[in-house]
């Protein structure tokens, strides 16, 4: 049962199928509230937040996520050990969200949008476990 080899697998099979195709089935799991193994619905909240996130930015497509998702998020994310590590790496430090009331922490302020938090608790693990 290794997920990276089952990922793969998945990618290469997805990556044969016609662009209608993986359409069809993306929309096919709109209301869907199946989650992976072990997979809780808040995690799925933060996959679908940051990773949207991740790629609207870049793209420069603005989005208004309601603030009650995004405190859902952060509040995710501040508690969170394995695998993201973020309870570690934000420890001493005092988040400060300046679009929505929300924070957490002490110490030294870093304040900045909701989003930037969140994608910074959830990406910044990434990198740093590479």
């Not at 199946?34 to 909240?45: D, E, F, G, R, V």
């Not at 996959?47 to 952060?74: F, N």
């Not at 400060?96 to 990406?123: F, R």
């Amino acid at each position: 049962m290794n997920p990276n080899r089952y990922i793969a697998r998945e990618a290469l099979a997805a990556g044969n199928a016609s662009p209608e195709a993986l359409l069809g089935q993306l929309r096919a799991t709109v209301g869907s509230r199946k989650t992976p193994p072990m997979a809780k619905p808040a995690a799925m909240l933060v996959d679908t937040v940051c990773h949207s996130a991740d790629i609207r930015r870049p793209l420069g497509i603005t989005k208004t996520i309601p603030e009650e998702t995004l405190v859902e998020v952060a509040d995710t994310l501040e508690g969170a050990n394995f695998p993201l590590g973020t309870k570690k790496r934000i420890a001493g430090l005092r988040l400060v969200a300046t679009d929505i009331a929300w924070s957490t922490g002490d110490g030294p302020a870093v304040e900045g949008p909701a989003e930037s938090l969140n994608l910074v608790m959830a990406v910044g693990a990434r990198r740093s476990q590479t």
